[in-house]
């Protein structure tokens, strides 16, 4: 399916270092034939950012992480344009986790909003009344909260999604699947091109802003992930 492709990247007021530079080269190299970028792939990444933060403070590659996380889910809040209602419930979870992240909120009722918002999502699913790309924005959302609260296990994501407890998916991962329309491991692939366009926002975009200090947590005019206008497949259940 073609579609609109994704914008080049934005300008950085900071330029990407030598290796983190090189990191994104490689990992665009990664992206398989299905248009996913392997966890393995990811998570060498991150290795690199992590590498390159120590350099900078202790807690600086979290803090990316975190950043990177808040990106990947706000570039999909198009997917809830039809229901204003979570659109407005999911923005608000991510102005807390940045406010989080600058310490002017609460941990402790940033953890209980998280707790919220899965659960409200798993009853979206559960329910079958909204599309599947709506729970997987907004189980982004909420993944982009868990990365501010308790970050991301590296080890853990090296093992693959297939692998690990759904509640533990990056919100990169679960924006991919709202962009595509499920996972390569489910009966209908998804769209291909679709998800390629998304892990080439992810490096091209999404990273260096991350990355990038003087750039806000929550940018609106960042370029914005591409919605995949199809029907989408109900995400697996871990029981």
Known sequence: ??????????????????????????????????????????????????????????????????????????????????????????????RATAATMRGEHDVDELEARYETAVAHADDLLRSGSVAPTVVYTLLACAAAAATTLYDTDLDALGDGELRSDPSDWEACFLGSLAASGGATWEGVVGDREARRRYWTWYLEVAVPHAWDPASPLLDPSLPPAVVARRPTTPPASDG
């Open 1 to 94: 399916m073609g579609g609109t492709p994704y914008p080049r990247p934005v300008t950085s007021t900071t330029p990407l270092p030598g290796p983190l530079a090189t990191g994104i080269e490689d990992a665009t190299t990664s992206i398989d034939r299905d248009g996913e970028l392997p966890a393995a792939a990811r998570v060498r990444l991150h290795r690199v950012v992590e590498t390159l933060g120590r350099q900078i403070h202790p807690e600086a590659a979290r803090y990316v992480r975190a950043k990177l996380a808040l990106t990947c889910a706000s570039g999909g809040l198009g997917h809830l344009d039809e229901h204003p209602d979570l659109r407005a419930a999911a923005a608000s979870l991510l």
